[in-house]
Nanobody
Framework: QVQLVESGGGLVQPGGSLRLSCAAS????????MNWYRQAPGKERELVAH????????NYADSVKGRFTISRDNAKNTVYLQMNSLKPEDTAVYYC?????????WGQGTQVTVSS
């Protein structure tokens, strides 16, 4: 069955870094565009970063440009989100998403808390 399993979340101080990973299985990972979304308490889920199936193109929300980097390893069926210079407003549950045409898969989410 399709699985997306996020890991790497946790508590970090402002200015710190975290690297999220999302391991995929049950579908042809290399054919799918991959995304990282986040949802903070009381807010709507928002797209943070996007990467094409080959990894050749990426896009970011304005709020994270220059601080976050999305990457993927198609040999390992894994997508990453490197988060640097973290701010308290980055606190949210981060979700991995794989999308191809009508196929839309989600992970269970990993909590990121930025606090001193």
């Amino acid at each position: 069955q399709v699985q997306l399993v996020e890991s790497g979340g946790g508590l970090v101080q402002p200015g710190g870094s975290l690297r999220l990973s999302c391991a995929a299985s049950g579908f042809t990972f290399s054919s799918y565009a991959m995304n990282w979304y986040r949802q903070a308490p009381g807010k709507e889920r928002e797209l943070v970063a996007h990467i094409t199936s080959t990894g050749g193109k990426t896009n970011y929300a304005d709020s994270v440009k220059g601080r976050f980097t999305i990457s993927r390893d198609n040999a390992k069926n894994t997508v990453y989100l490197q988060m640097n210079s973290l701010k308290p407003e980055d606190t949210a549950v981060y979700y991995c998403n794989g999308r191809l045409y009508i196929y839309d898969y989600w992970g269970q989410g990993t909590q990121v808390t930025v606090s001193s």
